[in-house]
């Protein structure tokens, strides 16, 4: 029964290994922030933001034409729907 509890330590001890390098390299920083300015900090979150925006332009432009075509699709499916309602009701007379 506590197999599956150790599999999930072990699991969960590989994450941690992964990620420590993440967490070393932001703890690095740590210093770095703290010497700055409340102004400057905003500046950075500025920056932050304007550098996010910029990474996901690309991912962002992709969303749009996925929801533009799927809006299209929408679109073309209630046409034929109400295509075969007219056609069943004509059928029906």
Known sequence: MLKWLGALVDSNEKQIRRLQPIVDKINGLEAEYEKLASEALKAKTTEFK????????????????????????????????????????????
């Not at 991912?59 to 069943?88: F, H, P, T, W, Y």
């Open 50 to 93: 304007a550098r996010i925006v910029e990474a996901t332009a690309d991912i962002r432009q992709q969303l749009k034409e996925l929801r533009a075509g799927l809006e299209e699709v929408k679109q073309k499916l209630s046409s034929s729907q109400e295509d075969l309602n007219r056609e069943e009701a004509e059928g029906q007379r």
